[in-house]
Protein backbone atom coordinates (compact mmCIF):
# COMPACT_ATOMS: atom_id res chain seq x y z
CA UNK A 1 0.00 0.00 0.00
CA UNK A 2 1.27 3.16 -1.18
CA UNK A 3 1.74 6.61 1.50
CA UNK A 4 -1.59 7.83 0.32
CA UNK A 5 -3.98 5.15 1.28
CA UNK A 6 -5.32 2.05 -0.81
CA UNK A 7 -7.93 4.18 -2.83
CA UNK A 8 -5.65 6.68 -4.41
CA UNK A 9 -6.44 8.19 -7.29
CA UNK A 10 -3.95 10.17 -9.22
CA UNK A 11 -0.42 9.53 -10.45
CA UNK A 12 1.49 7.26 -8.77
CA UNK A 13 5.34 8.00 -9.91
CA UNK A 14 6.81 7.51 -12.66
CA UNK A 15 9.99 7.86 -14.28
CA UNK A 16 13.18 9.08 -16.26
CA UNK A 17 16.22 7.42 -18.16
CA UNK A 18 19.52 9.11 -17.59
CA UNK A 19 22.79 8.80 -19.31
CA UNK A 20 24.64 9.27 -16.50
CA UNK A 21 22.89 8.28 -12.25
CA UNK A 22 25.57 10.05 -10.12
CA UNK A 23 25.49 13.17 -12.63
CA UNK A 24 21.68 12.95 -12.12
CA UNK A 25 21.75 12.73 -8.29
CA UNK A 26 23.98 15.42 -7.95
CA UNK A 27 21.78 17.54 -9.98
CA UNK A 28 18.73 16.48 -8.21
CA UNK A 29 20.83 16.67 -4.09
CA UNK A 30 21.45 20.20 -5.67
CA UNK A 31 17.78 21.08 -5.75
CA UNK A 32 17.01 19.19 -2.00
CA UNK A 33 15.19 16.24 -3.94
CA UNK A 34 15.07 13.48 -1.21
CA UNK A 35 16.29 10.47 -2.28
CA UNK A 36 14.21 7.87 -1.32
CA UNK A 37 16.19 4.76 -2.13
CA UNK A 38 20.38 4.35 -2.39
CA UNK A 39 22.39 3.48 -4.65
CA UNK A 40 22.70 0.00 -3.71
CA UNK A 41 23.99 -2.52 -6.45
CA UNK A 42 24.69 -0.15 -9.00
CA UNK A 43 28.42 -1.33 -10.04
CA UNK A 44 26.96 -5.46 -9.71
CA UNK A 45 27.72 -6.64 -13.16
CA UNK A 46 25.15 -7.37 -15.96
CA UNK A 47 25.19 -10.63 -17.66
CA UNK A 48 26.14 -11.05 -20.67
CA UNK A 49 23.47 -10.66 -22.93
CA UNK A 50 20.84 -9.22 -19.99
CA UNK A 51 19.27 -6.15 -19.15
CA UNK A 52 19.21 -5.01 -15.79
CA UNK A 53 16.33 -3.63 -14.45
CA UNK A 54 17.74 -0.01 -12.04
CA UNK A 55 16.38 2.56 -10.30
CA UNK A 56 16.49 4.71 -7.34
CA UNK A 57 13.30 6.44 -6.05
CA UNK A 58 13.48 10.45 -5.52
CA UNK A 59 10.29 12.50 -4.23
CA UNK A 60 10.27 16.19 -5.06
CA UNK A 61 8.72 19.24 -3.17
CA UNK A 62 5.71 17.99 -3.54
CA UNK A 63 6.27 14.58 -2.78
CA UNK A 64 5.32 13.16 -5.82
CA UNK A 65 7.44 10.17 -6.48
CA UNK A 66 10.23 9.72 -9.44
CA UNK A 67 12.50 7.25 -10.55
CA UNK A 68 15.74 7.61 -12.47
CA UNK A 69 17.44 5.01 -14.32
CA UNK A 70 20.61 4.86 -16.14
CA UNK A 71 19.51 1.19 -18.01
CA UNK A 72 16.04 2.02 -18.56
CA UNK A 73 12.75 -0.54 -17.89
CA UNK A 74 12.81 -3.46 -20.14
CA UNK A 75 9.52 -5.08 -19.76
CA UNK A 76 9.29 -7.08 -22.44
CA UNK A 77 12.04 -10.28 -23.42
CA UNK A 78 14.52 -9.09 -26.10
Do not use: C
Amino acid sequence: MGANGPNYNGIHHFGFEVDDLNEASQRLEAVQAKRLTQKDGLDVAMAPGRHRNFEMKWAGPDEVVFDISHTGWQTLPE
